[in-house]
């Protein structure tokens, strides 16, 4: 597969790790990407300031200015798609980076490949965004559909009965492909921000969706669990 025919999208990447940026930038630019290097987060705030991207790599430990701090800084002015590059072993409350802004996150080492499939997650999200607003009443992931209006849903041809509560969860993550829901946000949507009831009524929800929609519940495809941060539609199976 080759990127050559799509819009060239302008990255900026943040990080002061040599191999990984020597990796990333032949990489990425072999995947059509033009990415611009931030080896500090001073610099990266300074190229930001600067400059037009598309989207944000960012490393967390920085030099001059954390990743964390800069990610704050950058969605004062901006809603660029962001994406968090952790290390392995490095504490990451995974929660605080998608409150602060981040879109999405990849702990290192990760495969290129992962990586690029991220980032063009995050982008198509954002390039349909001016969609949602307008309340499409049909959504299709793959094999699952809802008809927000008529309020069923289908997967192929047959229809699955849901209830109320099911049937807004599923529509928000159908909503947001590829991206990690927290708990938190996945409650206070679906039940209120005043819910006082147990947190593993969201868990019973998500397990009676998979029995509904998955071909093995116990291995999801399209539900999927991010441990300790909540759930995700899995755009990768689903388009
Ligand atoms: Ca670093």
């Not at 991207?53 to 962001?82: A, H, N, W, Y």
């Not at 990849?106 to 969609?131: I, S």
């Not at 009443?137 to 099911?166: H, M, N, W, Y």
């Not at 998500?206 to 909540?230: A, S, W």
Request: charged share 35%; proline share 3%; with cysteine.
């Amino acid at each position: 597969m080759t990127a050559s025919r799509q819009p060239t999208v302008r990255v900026l990447l943040v990080e002061d790790e040599e191999s990984f940026i020597d990796a990333l930038s032949v990489g990425l630019a072999r995947e059509g990407f033009d990415v611009t290097t931030a080896r500090d987060g001073a610099e990266g705030s300074a190229s930001f300031a600067n400059g037009q991207f598309d989207i944000v790599l960012l490393d967390l430990m920085l030099p001059k200015m954390s990743g964390l701090d800069l990610c704050r800084e950058i969605r004062q002015t901006s809603d660029v798609p962001i994406i968090i590059v952790s290390a392995k072993g490095e504490e990451v409350d995974m929660v605080l980076l998608l409150e602060i802004g981040a879109d999405d996150y990849v702990t290192k080492p990760y495969r290129l490949r992962e990586l690029v499939a991220r980032m063009r997650a995050v982008l198509r999200r954002r390039e349909h965004a001016g969609d949602l607003d307008e309340e499409e009443s049909t959504i299709q992931r793959g094999p699952v559909r809802l008809e927000v209006d008529a309020r069923r849903c289908f997967v192929g041809t047959e229809e699955i009965k849901l209830r109320k509560k099911e049937f807004a969860l599923l529509r928000l993550l159908m909503e947001n492909p590829g991206r990690v829901l927290t708990r938190e946000v996945l409650i206070d949507r679906v039940w209120g921000h005043d819910y006082v009831g147990d947190t593993k009524t969201l868990d019973v929800h998500i397990k009676r969706l998979r029995g509904l929609i998955e071909d093995e519940p116990k291995k999801p495809q399209y539900i999927t669990t991010v441990r300790g941060v909540g759930y995700r539609f899995e755009v990768s199976r689903a388009d």
